[in-house]
T-cell receptor, first 116, second 113 residues
Framework: GDSVTQMEGPVTLSEEAFLTINCTYT??????LFWYVQYPGEGLQLLLK?????DKGSNKGFEATYRKETTSFHLEKGSVQVSDSAVYFC???????????????FGQGTILTVHP | ETGVTQTPRHLVMGMTNKKSLKCEQH?????MYWYKQSAKKPLELMFV???????ENNSVPSRFSPECPNSSHLFLHLHTLQPEDSALYLC????????????FGDGTRLSIL
């Protein structure tokens, strides 16, 4: 079955440091890939997405590139802020059997804490 | 800010109670989803409704009963829950079609006594 593996956290950084959160996936076919972020006490917010190989998703300074050859979708940000402290989830969505709704498979989440 | 609203935000209930969780989306989507988020486990898809028809039921116990009366509303009826059902229950919605992201509500934190 489909699976998503994220680097284990927690990740603790100082403000303005470079961030990388690794994500690799296993899936048949051509899934779309997403990064979601969850702030304390809130639901998941879509951070960025990529729908085909070599696509780069970007939003709020975060970037991730869909690498089919390495089945990866690593999240990066050049300079993190305290307000980026949250839990980050990598996810894939696949459409089986001609259905038009997708089934999301999530990684386990990576806790990021940024200190001033 | 979210276009998917869940109520209540917190719910404490005994194992013999009956309660319902409500989800409403204001995004014009035509698919809706229930997820369960437990501590130290990946999010689990519970149910999928596409055009108000249930199309997925991921081996969820019958003590959870979903209802989708129209494309904007989704309910999760709860009855005779167990302590292990304590979790954050998240509702999501999306347009149908490939590559469409799902948009989540803030969830209902459920505690079973």
């Amino acid at each position: 079955g489909d699976s998503v593996t994220q680097m284990e956290g927690p990740v603790t950084l100082s403000e303005e440091a470079f961030l990388t959160i690794n994500c690799t996936y296993t899936a048949t076919g051509y899934p779309s890939l997403f990064w979601y972020v969850q702030y304390p006490g809130e639901g998941l917010q879509l951070l960025l997405k990529a729908t085909k190989a070599d696509d780069k998703g970007s939003n709020k300074g975060f970037e991730a590139t869909y690498r089919k050859e390495t089945t990866s979708f690593h999240l990066e940000k050049g300079s993190v802020q305290v307000s980026d402290s949250a839990v980050y989830f990598c996810a894939l969505i696949r459409y089986a059997g001609g259905t038009s709704y997708g089934k999301l498979t999530f990684g386990q989440g990576t806790i990021l804490t940024v200190h001033p | 800010e979210t276009g998917v609203t869940q109520t209540p935000r917190h719910l404490v209930m005994g194992m013999t109670n009956k309660k319902s969780l409500k989800c409403e989306q204001h995004l014009g989507h035509n698919a809706m989803y229930w997820y369960k988020q437990s501590a130290k486990k990946p999010l689990e898809l519970m149910f999928v409704y596409s055009l108000e028809e249930r199309v997925e039921n991921n081996s969820v116990p019958s003590r959870f009963s979903p209802e989708c009366p129209n494309s904007s509303h989704l309910f999760l009826h709860l009855h005779t829950l167990q302590p292990e059902d304590s979790a954050l229950y998240l509702c999501a919605s999306s347009h149908l079609g490939q590559g469409q992201p799902q948009h989540f509500g803030d969830g209902t934190r459920l505690s079973i006594l």
